[in-house]
């Protein structure tokens, strides 16, 4: 059961709040002004005078009030505060019921208003790490196709480079082949002694024309001393008619054994020869036939500009 005092203080409460109400301080609990409601107040008569209700206020002062056995009145929207008698405990618990609800209700939208706005700052940070995230994945992506294009373009030069290198070993090889063979050509040379006395004639009247001397010594493999002899004398001869100088010479032989042939002649008392064995010109040959064997062999280098 509520005590009187209980229902004197609820009831003086209640009359403070309507009194502000109609003073234009305050509507109702959530702070609106009655004044910004554009109301109206005005007294209303007792019941002995009701005759008269409809006249105007005759004035539109703040109306201060007691708690009293009077009936006031909101002249725009008839709100009616009665005041006539305490209230009831079904009234008090009542009208504690409604403010327990309104309570309830200001709560209730309070937290659909927090978890409205919660809901949207999550979504704006789950938006911003999920764009954060993508960005590092893309670079990171990015960054990993990177390093295997140029892994890809190492290992495509590495091979290329080693295919290329073994290409220019075996075309080295099939050329040295070839100036084998060569080799071996020679040595068939030499197994002809006319053709053979003839290149020597031939090798020492070039060397002859390189020294421009008038005294030499030629040297040949042992074998061929006794050709040589016969051969040098002629090419003396040449050279004579030729330069009208006289020349005397001497045959040795100092030349090993495992060359291919032909004749190193020394002139200037030995201070200066002139190489023309056979292995010295195939080697001069092939320096400068080289060129021209490999375009034989494989076609012109597309990469090359300038013949030599």
């Given at each position: 059961?509520?005590?009187?005092?209980?229902?004197r203080d609820f009831f003086q409460k209640h009359a403070d709040w309507s009194i502000n109400v109609l003073?234009?301080?305050?509507?109702?609990?959530?702070?609106?002004?009655?004044?910004?409601?554009?109301?109206?107040?005005?007294?209303?008569?007792?019941?002995?005078?009701?005759?008269?209700?409809?006249?105007?206020?005759?004035?539109?002062?703040?109306?201060?009030?007691?708690?009293?056995?009077?009936?006031?009145?909101?002249?725009?929207?008839h709100l009616l505060f009665e005041m006539s008698k305490p209230m009831t405990d079904s009234e008090v618990?009542?009208?504690?019921?409604?403010?327990?609800?309104?309570?309830?209700?200001?709560?209730?939208?309070?937290?659909?208003?927090?978890?409205?706005?919660?809901?949207?700052?999550?979504?704006?940070?789950?938006?911003?790490?999920?764009?954060?995230?993508?960005?590092?994945?893309?670079?990171?992506?990015?960054?990993?196709?990177?390093?295997?294009?140029?892994?890809?373009?190492?290992?495509?030069?590495?091979?290329?480079?080693?295919?290329?290198?073994?290409?220019?070993?075996?075309?080295?090889?099939?050329?040295?082949?070839?100036?084998?063979?060569?080799?071996?050509?020679?040595?068939?040379?030499?197994?002809?002694?006319?053709?053979?006395?003839?290149?020597?004639?031939?090798?020492?009247?070039?060397?002859?024309?390189?020294?421009?001397?008038?005294?030499?010594?030629?040297?040949?493999?042992?074998?061929?001393?006794?050709?040589?002899?016969?051969?040098?004398?002629?090419?003396?001869?040449?050279?004579?008619?030729?330069?009208?100088?006289?020349?005397?010479?001497?045959?040795?032989?100092?030349?090993?054994?495992?060359?291919?042939?032909?004749?190193?002649?020394?002139?200037?008392?030995?201070?200066?020869?002139?190489?023309?064995?056979?292995?010295?010109?195939?080697?001069?040959?092939?320096?400068?036939?080289?060129?021209?064997?490999?375009?034989?062999?494989?076609?012109?280098?597309?990469?090359?500009?300038?013949?030599?």
């Open positions: 059961m509520i005590s009187l005092d209980d229902e003073n234009g301080v305050e509507f109702d609990p959530l702070g609106v002004r009655a004044s910004d409601l554009g109301l109206e107040f005005f007294e209303v008569e007792s019941s002995s005078s009701s005759q008269h209700s409809d006249s105007t206020p005759p004035s539109h002062q703040p109306i201060h009030i007691e708690p009293s056995n009077q009936h006031l009145s909101i002249s725009k929207h618990i009542s009208e504690m019921k409604k403010l327990v609800a309104f309570i309830k209700q200001e709560a209730m939208e309070k937290a659909r208003e927090i978890k409205v706005k919660a809901d949207e700052e999550f979504s704006i940070e789950k938006a911003k790490i999920v764009r954060q995230e993508t960005i590092s994945i893309d670079a990171s992506h990015a960054k990993r196709r990177k390093q295997v294009e140029i892994q890809k373009r190492i290992t495509q030069s590495t091979l290329s480079n080693k295919a290329r290198l073994q290409q220019l070993q075996m075309r080295d090889q099939l050329l040295q082949d070839v100036f084998e063979e060569a080799k071996k050509g020679l040595s068939d040379l030499t197994t002809d002694s006319d053709k053979y006395k003839d290149t020597i004639e031939n090798l020492t009247l070039q060397a002859l024309f390189s020294l421009m001397a008038k005294d030499i010594v030629v040297s040949v493999r042992p074998q061929d001393v006794e050709l040589a002899e016969d051969a040098v004398s002629k090419a003396i001869q040449k050279f004579k008619e030729e330069s009208k100088i006289d020349c005397t010479h001497s045959v040795n032989g100092d030349l090993s054994k495992e060359s291919k042939g032909g004749v190193v002649v020394w002139g200037f008392r030995s201070k200066i020869k002139v190489d023309n064995t056979l292995d010295e010109r195939l080697r001069l040959l092939e320096e400068k036939m080289l060129p021209e064997v490999r375009t034989t062999l494989y076609g012109k280098n597309p990469n090359r500009k300038h013949e030599t």
